[in-house]
T-cell receptor, first 112, second 112 residues
Framework: DVKVTQSSRYLVKRTGEKVFLECVQD?????MFWYRQDPGLGLRLIYF???????EKGDIPEGYSVSREKKERFSLILESASTNQTSMYLC???????????FGEGSRLTVL | AQSVTQPDIHITVSEGASLELRCNYS??????LFWYVQSPGQGLQLLLK??????LVQGIKGFEAEFKRSQSSFNLRKPSVHWSDAAEYFC??????????FGAGTTVTVRA
């Protein structure tokens, strides 16, 4: 089974802090994704990566950056957290284009 | 740009009754279509997908979905609901560039 592990399930940060969300996968999938999930809005793609050191913007990249230095690890960075970034963040992986995303359990971020 | 509409925010169904969740998409060509489920406290899981071929698709947990090009719809059905089907369901549409667009989700409550 694919395992996608997000390092923090719950985080509370203050406005202006730098926030790192880590995601590690153990199945050698090329593609990794960061989504945010908000009630009434579903999932929205922030960034994705199809290879090491490669990244592409999703639908809502503003205020976020990503890093993929190793194939198994994909990090989401909030350079200066704001209250409107309070959300559930979901990491996912996909191999090839099967359309099947494997999700982590999510990181719930609260920015005060 | 592709988009997905799930008209029903919340559906309540009795255990043993049938369930149908609606999904409409906006996309120029034939899209790739997906249904994902998020059970309470768990990550999202793929239920089924449609790429081409037979327009009636079978998935896991006894679910099926039918692609209707004329109606731009991909509705999810289950003949007899179990209490464990209480969850949030997301329809998604994709092209071949890995970017899936998700609907806002439908929450299903199952009453005894």
């Amino acid at each position: 089974d694919v395992k996608v592990t997000q390092s923090s399930r719950y985080l509370v940060k203050r406005t202006g802090e730098k926030v790192f969300l880590e995601c590690v996968q153990d199945m050698d999938h090329e593609n990794m994704f960061w989504y945010r999930q908000d009630p009434g809005l579903g999932l929205r793609l922030i960034y994705f990566s199809y290879d090491v050191k490669m990244k592409e913007k999703g639908d809502i990249p503003e205020g976020y950056s990503v890093s993929r230095e190793k194939k198994e690890r994909f990090s989401l960075i909030l350079e200066s957290a704001s209250t409107n970034q309070t959300s559930m963040y979901l990491c996912a992986t996909m191999t090839g284009y099967t359309g099947e995303l494997f999700f982590g359990e999510g990181s719930r971020l609260t920015v005060l | 740009a592709q988009s997905v509409t799930q008209p029903d925010i919340h559906i309540t169904v009795s255990e043993g009754a049938s369930l149908e969740l609606r999904c409409n998409y906006s996309y120029g060509a034939t899209p790739y279509l997906f249904w994902y489920v998020q059970s309470p406290g768990q990550g999202l899981q793929l239920l089924l997908k449609y790429f081409s071929g037979d327009t009636l698709v079978q998935g896991i947990k006894g679910f099926e979905a039918e692609f209707k090009r004329s109606q731009s719809s991909f509705n999810l059905r289950k003949p007899s609901v179990h209490w464990s089907d209480a969850a949030e369901y997301f329809c998604a549409v994709g092209e071949n560039d890995y970017k899936l667009s998700f609907g806002a989700g439908t929450t299903v409550t199952v009453r005894a």
